[in-house]
């Protein structure tokens, strides 16, 4: 039987797109594909659920845009379907006096976006709010909060399930072909046909595109894991909610931060190093072909270039805890190494150009028949429902 809509990733913003279809076209035959034996196994599983507020973000963005909307109806939807969820607020925290125009260009960004409430406090109020904190000013956000994404997911299954749309586990997609007026997606032992693709597959995003014969321009997926350590129950009064430090304008990722989690627990992390393999989840984990395929890309090395003393950085905190504790100790110098245990890991996806810049934005590219998802970064767990609006409506578009 022909599908009308396949969709390759059963990740938060692929199983948000196929909602957001079925939302708006509730006769639509649509089939997800997951590799893996459940849902939401390697971004969406692995995510530090933090609910983003916008405020990092270039504003007039697909980021900026869709992380306020999103926002907006990820809350709608938690309520309706009784999701987890806590609105605490966080700080974003400077410790030294370079640090503070930094603060002044975040605090822009997030009234251009539309924020309400942010403001700047200085070190008493800092403490009020986080009494380890040790800052000069900060940045207090009213609108972060903290969430169980894979709930969320889970959540889309149901409500797709219910409304007659097929989640697969296991079918991985290792072929696209079209013929005729169909296209179709071929595991090394079945095959779904349909009349448009999705292409929302993350860390392998670039590789599915590919064999929907898109052209990418040199555009290549680099998986980058962020190790996470935990506080020990009897230090979890350390932190309140959400701390994070002013990030570096050069580097592209937040630095290693305080997270309260909804279910239980104190998370800090995560770093930002090199993984082996594109799903590499341990230091120990390689995977020669996609290691080399790595390092050969051209906008990889002049990447590892132009960012070798922190990446160096970003290593020893991989290896050595206590330089991993030492970073942490800049938000909140109690914290000790005896004070962690070493907790789990994810893998972020970014694309980055043959000239090694990082795209910071999302990208969604097309072809006959096929729309292809070819970055996805944060906030996309935040904004899957907007991410999987725009997306349905291309989508919807072509047939």
């Known amino acids: 039987m022909q599908k009308d809509v396949i969709i390759i990733g059963g990740g938060i913003v692929g199983l ?9 076209r509730p006769e639509l035959s649509i089939t997800v594909l997951e590799k ?13 659920g933090v609910i983003h507020s916008g405020i990092y973000y270039r504003p007039g963005t697909l ?5 306020r909307e999103g926002y907006a109806e990820l809350l709608q939807f938690c309520q309706k379907h009784e999701i987890a969820h806590e609105i ?46 040790q800052a000069l000013e900060s940045i207090w956000v009213p609108q972060a909060g903290i969430i169980k994404y894979r709930r969320v997911a889970e959540t ?16 991985k997609v290792v072929n696209i072909l079209r013929k005729g007026g169909e296209i179709i997606a071929q595991s090394e032992k079945d095959e779904v046909r349909g009349r448009i693709l999705v292409n929302c597959a993350g860390l392998y995003s670039d590789k599915v595109a590919q064999m929907t014969g898109q052209n990418l321009d040199g555009i290549q997926i680099l ?38 989690m909804i279910e239980g627990g104190i998370e800090a992390g995560p770093n930002a190093v090199l993984a082996f393999r594109r799903e590499g989840y341990s230091r ?54 005896d004070d962690l245990e070493r907790g789990g890991a994810g893998v972020r996806a970014m694309a980055c150009d043959r000239e090694g810049k ?40 072509k047939l």
């Open 16 to 24: 948000a797109t196929a909602w957001r279809l079925l939302e708006a």
């Open 36 to 48: 893996e034996q459940d849902i939401a196994a390697h971004q969406t599983g692995h995510n530090s």
């Open 63 to 67: 980021r900026a845009r869709n992380c």
């Open 88 to 133: 605490c607020g966080k700080v974003i925290v400077a410790t030294r006096p370079e640090e503070l125009p930094q603060l002044d260009k975040i605090m822009d960004h997030g009234w251009r976006n539309g924020l309400i409430g942010i403001r700047r406090i200085g070190p008493e109020e800092t403490r009020e709010k986080e009494p380890h904190v």
């Open 156 to 171: 889309y299954v149901k409500l797709l399930r219910a409304g007659g749309a097929e989640v697969r586990t296991g079918f």
């Open 223 to 260: 998986p980058f894991r962020g190790e996470y350590y935990v506080l020990k129950k009897e230090k979890q009064y350390l932190v309140n909610n959400l701390i994070y430090p002013t990030p570096n304008p050069n580097f592209p990722f937040l630095g290693v931060h305080f997270t309260r």
């Open 284 to 337: 120990w984990d390689w995977q020669v072909g996609e290691l080399m395929e790595t390092l050969a890309h051209p906008g990889f090395r002049q990447l590892a270039v132009k960012h070798w003393r922190e990446g160096m950085d970003e290593m020893q905190r991989s290896f050595f805890k206590s330089a991993f504790v030492k970073a942490l100790q800049k938000l909140v110098p109690a914290v000790q190494a």
């Open 358 to 397: 990082l795209i910071d934005e999302f990208l969604i590219l097309e072809n006959d028949r096929v729309v292809n998802v070819c970055n996805a970064p944060s906030p996309a767990a935040t904004a899957s429902l907007a991410i999987g609006k725009t997306i349905a409506e291309r989508t919807l578009s």
